[in-house]
């Protein structure tokens, strides 16, 4: 009387001509699924939405077509409950959801109903999405606010609400961020003359999203001029070339070395004759 089938990978077990089936028991599972047990010894797995949806904890019975129509809305109850999951890690965009859900073989619809569900539960809020990225870059990473700014048009965050959180950041905070990762810059990179060493710094912090003028600003303010860095510079070439070139000839070469290195002629003159007295 009864014929198994294989249904989205599930065994279904169900009569012909569409007999109604009584239900044995309901079995929770982990996470959000439940095992209905039915009096033939068949089993059916389904998510706590459809249990209620249909309700079958108070029902009791289960026909064929029932089944067939639970069977199909396990992949959008699981691709519901994966996307709950992938948020709970930590706040996310629309955009970002979108993408997620489009690895799964959804109907548009059913995508729609998931954004809108998670919308009217808190659960997609790109405002508040934007505050607490804009915070984390802020003080937990090394981004400028110019990086914040395009991340965020990047995840298709409404403009409005990119002025709003721009707008709330402390100038302050962001100096004195700026300073600190510039300082330490500074300090790993004393081999460098000051002119390369304020380009490098200026390309490496734009492309952090601070910007060039508050830049060379601060670096002016903390660079200190060092000449053990040009006469190291100096002893190095100078031993290297010595053994090809002559006086004058050495001195022409050294100069152009030191000037692609990024050293000003009165610091390049001023180390030559120093080692010349």
Request: with cysteine; aromatic share 10%; proline share 1%.
């Amino acid at each position: 009387m009864y014929r198994r089938r294989v249904v989205n990978k599930t065994n279904v077990c169900y009569n012909e001509i569409g007999e109604i089936m009584k239900i044995n028991h309901i079995k929770k599972m982990s996470g959000a699924k439940y095992k209905i047990i039915l009096m033939n010894g068949e089993e059916l797995i389904a998510y706590e939405d459809s249990i209620l949806k249909y309700n079958l904890l108070y029902k009791k019975e289960i026909d064929a077509e029932l089944q067939l129509l639970i069977q199909k809305e396990n992949l959008y109850y699981e691709v519901y409950h994966k996307v709950v999951k992938y948020i709970m890690t930590k706040l996310r965009s629309k955009k970002e959801i979108e993408v997620y859900l489009n690895k799964y073989p959804l109907e548009e619809k059913e995508k729609e109903n998931i954004l809108e569900k998670l919308k009217q539960i808190g659960l997609i809020n790109d405002e508040k999405y934007a505050k607490a990225f804009a915070m984390d870059r802020l003080h937990l990473g090394n981004d400028g606010p110019n990086k914040i700014r395009s991340e965020l048009e990047q995840n298709q965050i409404d403009s409005v609400i990119i002025e709003e959180v721009m707008a709330s950041i402390d100038e302050t905070v962001v100096l004195e961020k700026l300073k600190r990762l510039l300082s330490k810059k500074i300090k790993q990179n004393r081999k460098y003359s000051e002119y390369y060493l304020k380009q490098k710094m200026v390309t490496e912090f734009v492309n952090l999203g601070f910007s060039r003028e508050q830049i060379i600003s601060l670096f002016d303010e903390l660079f200190q001029k060092n000449d053990a860095v040009i006469e190291q510079e100096y002893r190095k070439l100078k031993m290297k070339l010595e053994k090809k070139y002559q006086k004058e000839q050495l001195n022409y070469q050294i100069r152009q070395k030191l000037y692609q290195k990024g050293f000003t002629k009165e610091e390049i003159e001023e180390v030559i004759e120093k080692s010349n007295d």
